[in-house]
């Protein structure tokens, strides 16, 4: 968050992909900065709205691969994994386009995400490595597979529930599915749910904002803003227009 609040400091309106239910917005919200939410899970904006009643922040429910506000921003965000949501390499394309078409000539457009590349290349994930389309007749997961792990206990409307999750993994799709189940303490219906995350390579990014008229600017490896290298697990990107006179 500190470091979102610091990219955005000096600007007035920023474009945030992926808002969420405002975490960050709220944030950038006190600090006097105007900002357009994009999300595209109505349940996610009215929870938003309601934790962060702030007039500086402007809901709107959109699609990021897709979006056209008619309007330019000196920061477009993405902030903590958002690109993994995009389901293939033709949707971070169309999201990377919406980013060009809102951004000012000296606007820079800033996201993070989880280095996969160790993961990608480690072959020995046993029963949830799935290198082919995942299906059981290529060798790769099957539903007798799933091992469920206890990740938390939380507590939702006024009820204990221990939370397991599962995951399949399809290399060839660069793909995570995570399934979330709620097992309530004091007995009663289970709740589930399920993430998709889809992540890219390092060396995927470069092309794809290229592609998009966008050039890469800087990585970082942390939120400290270390200079990233191939041992970092999180790259900071930031981009700008392509051809941006005074680069």
């Known amino acids: 968050m500190d470091f979102y609040r610091g990219v955005c400091a000096d600007v007035p309106l920023v474009l945030e992909l992926g808002v969420g239910a405002g975490r960050i917005a709220a944030a950038l919200a006190q600090d006097g900065v105007r900002v357009v939410g994009v999300e595209q899970d109505p349940d996610a ?25 008619g309007r330019r921003f000196d920061r477009v965000i993405l902030p903590y994994n ?58 790769g997961w099957t539903p007798e597979d799933e091992e469920l792990e206890p990740v938390a206990t939380i507590a939702y409307q006024g009820k204990l529930y221990d939370v397991f999750e599962s995951t399949r993994w399809t290399r060839a799709a660069q793909r ?32 794809l904002l290229a592609a998009a008229g966008l050039e890469l600017v800087v990585r970082h490896g ?4 270390c200079a990233w290298d191939e041992d970092c697990d999180r790259m900071i990107v930031t981009a700008q227009l392509a051809g941006r006179a005074g680069g």
């Open 45 to 69: 904006i009215a929870l938003g709205r309601r934790r962060h009643p702030s007039p500086r922040i402007e809901w709107v429910r959109a699609d990021m691969r897709a979006l056209d506000l």
């Open 82 to 139: 958002g690109l993994y949501t995009l389901a293939s390499d033709a949707d971070v394309l169309a999201c990377f386009q919406s980013v060009a078409r809102h951004l000012t000539d000296n606007g820079y457009f800033v996201f993070d995400f989880w280095v996969a590349d160790p993961f990608h290349a480690d072959g020995d994930e046993g029963p949830r490595d799935a290198p082919g389309d995942g299906s059981a007749s290529d060798g």
């Open 176 to 207: 995570v599915d995570a399934t979330y189940r709620y097992v309530p303490r004091s007995g009663g219906a289970e709740l589930s749910s399920e993430v998709m995350s889809r992540y890219l390579l390092a060396e995927q990014v470069e092309p």
């Open 222 to 225: 942390d939120f400290d803003q």
